[in-house]
């Protein structure tokens, strides 16, 4: 090989290094990313609601639960736990899922093992049984009740609802527990 055929093996190998950079630069100045003032997306959060005034009046008292039992429906409550399906099943011998299966759940021991169900640390640490007040409290704020807990369900603000639930959960059983009367 001479030396002319040397410079034009060079010439092509520098001149398509040289295409490729400016090719490059072009191709930054077009596409260019804008430089971000901040990293992330913001998200919106509502805003945490102001600390009662000293000489505010306090909240009214949640109705007790074993008033509304008296009036609940659990005909309401069936339909009602029909969000809770995607996690939990109603009907005997049935399958866990997420949750564990809530056949009979009213006066059983909390956090032990419902057909093989493995509960959150939080859940078998609290101990005891179902009752519906606890029942209650825990449908009212699952997280608030049990701190830990594996649920993530945000939980039911309606009283009525609360009670309806219950109701449908104390008579989806082989053993329902009488339905306590209201203290006065």
Aim: charged letters at 25%.
């Amino acid at each position: 090989m001479d030396s002319f055929e040397l410079n034009k093996v060079l010439g092509a190998v520098l001149g398509t290094c040289l295409f490729l950079m400016v090719s490059n630069l072009a191709a930054h100045a077009i596409f260019s990313q804008p430089k971000l003032e901040k990293q992330g997306y913001a998200i919106a959060v509502k805003e945490a609601e102001p600390a009662p005034a000293k000489d505010a009046a306090a909240p009214a008292a949640d109705e007790p639960i074993e008033k509304l039992l008296q009036t609940a429906s659990v005909e309401k409550g069936q339909a009602a736990v029909k969000k809770c399906a995607a996690c939990h099943t109603f009907e005997k011998d049935g399958p866990n899922r997420v949750g564990p299966n809530l056949y009979g759940i009213v006066g059983e021991p909390r956090g032990q093992g419902r057909n093989g169900f493995n509960f959150s640390a939080a859940m078998k640490n609290k101990g005891g049984e179902w009752t519906f007040d606890d029942l209650n409290k825990f449908l009212t704020s699952p997280k608030a009740f049990i701190p830990g807990t594996a649920m993530g369900f945000a939980g039911i603000s309606s009283e009525k609802e609360r009670a309806d639930v219950i109701a449908f959960l104390n008579k989806n059983s082989d053993k329902p527990e009488p339905i306590p009367t209201a203290a006065k």
